[in-house]
């Protein structure tokens, strides 16, 4: 089992800045990947993201050039620096983190809410 813990959302003005964190602990040897989803009110919830275990990253096109994923491995944690924030990044963000067998884990999510 893998135990997730997200902090760091809050309200920001658009063209701030954030960054969130997520805390891991268990069986963190069987993981593959972890990353952040985010999920704004009406719509699906959508990968942002990724960070493999050997350093590989993804994003998805709204927030490439804007966004940051990296991680710390002295302290099972995993960042999303959030830069230039528009208001069409207000979502509830939740880290993910998933094993070599396709299992998922989930936290509970952060908001972040952006006001123009």
């Known amino acids: 089992q893998v135990q997730l813990v997200e902090s760091g959302g809050g309200l920001v003005q658009a063209g701030g800045s954030l960054r969130l964190s997520c805390a891991a602990s268990?069986?963190?040897?069987?993981?593959?990947?972890t990353g952040w989803y985010r999920q704004a009110p009406g719509k699906q919830r959508e990968l942002v993201a990724t960070?493999?275990?050997?350093?590989?990253?993804n994003y998805v096109d709204s927030v490439k050039g804007r966004f940051i994923i990296s991680r710390d491995n002295s302290k099972n944690t995993v960042y999303l620096q959030m830069n230039r924030l528009k208001p069409e990044d207000t979502a509830v963000y939740y880290c993910?983190?998933?094993?070599?067998?396709?299992?998922?884990?989930w936290g509970k999510g952060t908001l972040v809410t952006v006001s123009s």
């Open positions: 268990g069986s963190l040897f069987s993981l593959n990947a």
């Open positions: 960070i493999t275990r050997g350093g590989m990253r």
């Open positions: 993910n983190a998933r094993g070599y067998s396709g299992t998922d884990y």
